[in-house]
C-alpha cells in the first residue's frame, strides 16, 4: 500500500472518473491499482451490463478482464494475447486483456479464469455481492465465494492476500473485483480494504453511468418532494457524489476545481455556495505562521429567485472579504471539528456570523445552511457554505455525508493544484537561470532564439542555447540536448553551460570544448549523455568554425531563400568517452542566417530525424523566398514560422531555436597593425590612430582614443618580448584592441600619489563607454569602446 491512502485514492478516482466506457473504466481500475496495491486483479462484471454482448441477460457474471504484474510474475499468457481494450497497455507496468487469459497461473496455481460464472441466488458469492462489502481471509464466507467464482482447481495465495471487492453500484452490485498479492508481499490490511472498497465502488459508479445498457430510470420526484428536501433517496446522493466527484477531479487548477466545486453542487444540492480559502494557502508540508484567515474565493448562486437564505443582492452574496479566525472562537471550533455542520445550532449560528461579518442575509433556520471544512492532506485550508432556499427545504442528516465528500475532495484537489502550482513556477524560475535571459548584441551579428517545453507539466528540460561573445570580436553559438526532460536533466545542463561558458572564455577552439565538456560529462556520471553543436563566428574574417557532438546539423539560409543543410562530421555524444572530435571551417556570408536547434523540432513518432531536417530546410527556404531576393527574412518572424512546423500533437521534446544573421564587418570597417616592442611603438600606435579616425570621420573622439591607446600600448610593450597588436573596429561602436603575449591580466587599482604607474587603466574606466580584458591561447587582449557621436 502506498505511505498516503489518501493521496492514492484521489488519484486512483480521478483515473476512473475520466474513463468514457465500461472498459475504459475497468482498465483504468487495473492500471491504477497494479502493481501499487496487489499484484494481479481479476474483474467479472454482472452479464446483463457487459457492453460486449448488451443482449446478454440473467444470473452470471463475466469476466471483463485480468491485471498482472509485469514481474517478477514468470506466468505468460498462453496463446496470441489479445489486444488491449482501446489498444494500449494498461499504466503501472499493468498488462490488460479482454477475454479469458492463464496469465494469472502464475498466482492462481496454473489454474485458468472462467469466463462465466452462474450467480445462484442462494449461493455465497451471490450473498458476499449483496452485501457490497469486501471480504478478506478473516470471513468465513470467502472461501466458498471464491470456489463459485473461479472454480475447485484454483490454488490462491495464503494468508490475508486474497480481497474480494464487489463492485456496489447505486442501484446494486454490478460485479466484483479479486484482488491478489504475491506470498513475498504484505498482507491486506483494514486500510486496505477501505481504500479498494471506496475505489471500486467510483468504479461501480462509472460501469454504471457509462454503460450502454439501458437502466430503467426512477420516476420523477413531485414538486411536493423537491421542496421537503432534494435529493431524499440514498441511490441519489451516491449517484450526485459519484457525478460531482468525477467533475471535481477533472479540474487541476485552483480556480477550475472550486468552480467545479460550485457548478456541481448548484442547483442539485443547493442553491447557492460560499468557498473561502486560507490566506495564503500553505504548500505541501509548509507549516502557516501568523493567525488563520479566510478569504473569499468564490460565491454562487442558482439561477432564480432570490428570497429567505440567499440575498438579493447581485452579483455575489454578501461576505466579509477577509475572515480572521480568533481563537477559541465557534468558527475556529467547526473547522477544528473538520466535520460539516449545520448552522441552526448555537455554534454553527455564531461560526456563519463570524464568516460573514455579521451580515443579517443569510437566515441559518430550519437547517438550511451547512458549514463543511476543506482539510487537505494536513490542515484545514478553508471551508464551504452550502445553502438553501426556503421553498427548497431544509438539507437532512445524511446531507452532512455528501458535504463531507464534497468538501474532502475538493479540499484534496486544492491542496494537489497548489503544490502543482509551486512546482511551475519552480520548474519556471529553474529555467529562466538555466537558460540566457537576454542574448548579447556582439558585433557584427544579430541573434534571436526560442525555447519550448516538451509539455505544460514538464516545463524544464535538457536543452539550452546560448551565445557567448569572445576576445577578438568573435562570438560563440552553442545549443545542446542532454538526454531526458527532467529536473535531472536540467540539472546536468546547467553544469555542461557553465562549463562550455568557462571554456569559451579560455580562447579554446570548438573541438578542445567539446573534448573538455565530453570530460565533465563522464565525471557527472556514465548515465549521462548529452549532444553539442559548438561554432564560433569570425565577423572580421566572414568565417565560422563548427565541431559536433551527435547533434542534428544546422540549417544556413542564404539571401534569397536558397537553404542547405551543413555537411559536417557527426561525432559522438557528449559523455561517451575516449572520442576526437572534428570540427570545419566553412565561409559565413553576409546576410546569411545559420539556424541552430535541438532534435525536438525535426524528430517526432509521426517523422523521422533526416524528414525533419528537409522539412526545417523547406520551412526555412519558403520563409526567406517571402522577404525578397535581396532582403533577408527578419529573425523573429524566421524563428516563428520554423516553429509553426510542429503541430500541437507533434511536440514529443523539448525545442531549442537559435537563429544567427551574419552581418559580417566590412574590410574598410577594420585597421589592423602588428608593433614591434621597443620605445617608440606608443607613439607609432597614436599615429596610426589619429589617421585611422580621421579617414573614418571620427576626429572627434581622437584626443581620448589616443592617451588610451598610448597608455595600453605602453603596458603591453613594457611585459612582452613579442609584437603588439592594434586592432580598430568600427560598427555601431568604435572599438579598440590590443593584444600582446602575457598572459596575466591587467587590474583595475588605486595608484597611491608616490606611485609612478597603475593609472592607465584607471583613465581607461573613466574615459570609455566599456573595457574589458580576455585571455587567449597566445596571451591576452586588453579593448575598450567608444560610442560613435
Known sequence: MRPDPKHFLTHAVRRVARAEHPAQVLEELCGATVPSVADALVVYLDAARDPADPTASGAQLRLRGTGLRRSPIPAQPSGPASSPVDGRPGDSGALWYPGPQEGLGGVLGGAAVPVTVPLAPSGVLAKVLDAGEALGRDSGDLDPALRELLGPDSRLPRGDRVLLVPLAGPDGTVGAALFLRRPDRDVFRAEDRQVLGELSAHA???????????HPAPPPPPAASRAAGPMRQDADRLRFVGAATRRISRAMDLDEIVAGLCRAVLPSFADGILVCLREPLPVGDERPTGPLVLRLHRADRAPGENTGALPSREPVMPAAELCEVRPGSDLAEVLRGVRPVFTDSPAGRGALSELTGGSGAFVADGQRAILAPLRGRRRVIGTALFLRRPESGPFEINDLLVAAQLATHSALGIDKAVLYGREAHIADELQRTMLPETLPSPPGIRLAARYLPAAESARVGGDWYDAIPLPGSRVALVVGDVMGHSMTSAAIMGQLRTTAQTLAGLGLPPQEVLHHLDEQAQRLGAEHMATCLYAVYDPVAHRITIANAGHPPPVLLHPGGRAEVLRMPPG??????????????????????????????????????????????????????????????????????????????????????????????????????????????????????????????????????????SELVTNAVRHTSRPVTLRLLRTDVLRCEIGDDAPELPRLRRARPTDENGRGLYLVSRLAMRWGAARLSTGKIVWFEFARP
Open 572 to 709: 559522438a555524444p557528449i559523455g561517451v568517452g575516449g572520442v576526437d572530435f572534428e570540427a570545419v571551417e566553412l565561409d559565413a556570408p553576409e546576410g546569411a542566417t545559420l539556424l541552430l536547434y535541438t532534435d525536438g523540432l525535426v524528430e517526432s513518432r509521426l517523422r523521422d530525424v533526416w524528414t525533419g531536417i528537409e522539412q526545417l530546410r523547406e520551412k526555412a527556404g519558403a520563409t526567406g523566398r517571402l522577404a525578397g531576393p535581396d532582403r533577408p527574412p527578419a529573425l523573429e518572424t524566421l524563428c516563428d514560422e520554423v516553429l509553426d512546423m510542429v503541430g500541437p500533437g507533434d511536440r514529443d521534446d523539448d525545442i531549442a531555436l537559435l537563429a544567427a544573421r551574419f552581418d559580417g564587418i566590412a574590410p574598410g570597417d577594420v585597421a589592423y597593425w602588428s608593433l614591434e616592442p621597443e620605445d617608440a611603438a606608443p607613439g607609432r600606435a597614436r599615429r596610426l590612430a589619429r589617421r585611422t579616425l580621421s579617414r573614418w570621420n571620427l576626429e572627434e573622439l581622437g584626443d581620448s582614443v589616443e592617451l588610451l591607446v
Open 204 to 214: 461501480a459508479f462509472g460501469v454504471r453511468e457509462a454503460s450502454p445498457v439501458p
